[in-house]
């Protein structure tokens, strides 16, 4: 299983980046639970933000672009590890795990993001 640090972030979304769809950013695929993503969240900057809390991904997936790059975030790097995995199983190609989570988001990249 693939995984970056959030410090790795930029490189990640460089290297993620389809040059024939501009357009289609890399997704970050937060998927903490509402009270959450209330308490700390990220702000978007150069890929979409979009949040499925990890018990609805079985239903939701297929909201998801197989062939999307997509980086899986949640508290500390384990509940988006398991959706990285379950991404995975069914044929997703380019998936990886932010390590750390959003707690070493607030770390190595925005200390404005509350710990929490």
């Known amino acids: 299983m693939n995984s970056i640090r ?20 890399p997704v970050v695929l937060d998927v903490r639970e509402p009270w959450e993503l209330q308490t700390a969240s990220v702000k978007p900057e150069g890929f979409e933000l979009r949040h499925m809390p ?10 998801l672009d197989r062939h999307h790059s997509i980086a899986c975030l949640c508290h500390h790097g384990a509940r988006s590890a398991q959706v990285v995995q379950y ?5 997703f190609t ?7 989570g959003i707690h070493a988001w607030s ?5 404005g993001v509350p710990v929490y």
């Open 87 to 91: 991404l995975e199983s069914l044929g």
């Open 107 to 111: 770390q190595e990249r925005d200390p």
């Open 6 to 25: 959030p410090a790795q972030l930029q490189d990640w979304l460089q290297q993620a980046s389809d040059p024939a769809q501009p357009e289609a950013l």
């Open 54 to 63: 990890m018990r609805s991904v079985p239903a939701r997936y297929p909201e």
């Open 94 to 100: 380019h998936v990886v795990n932010i390590d750390g």
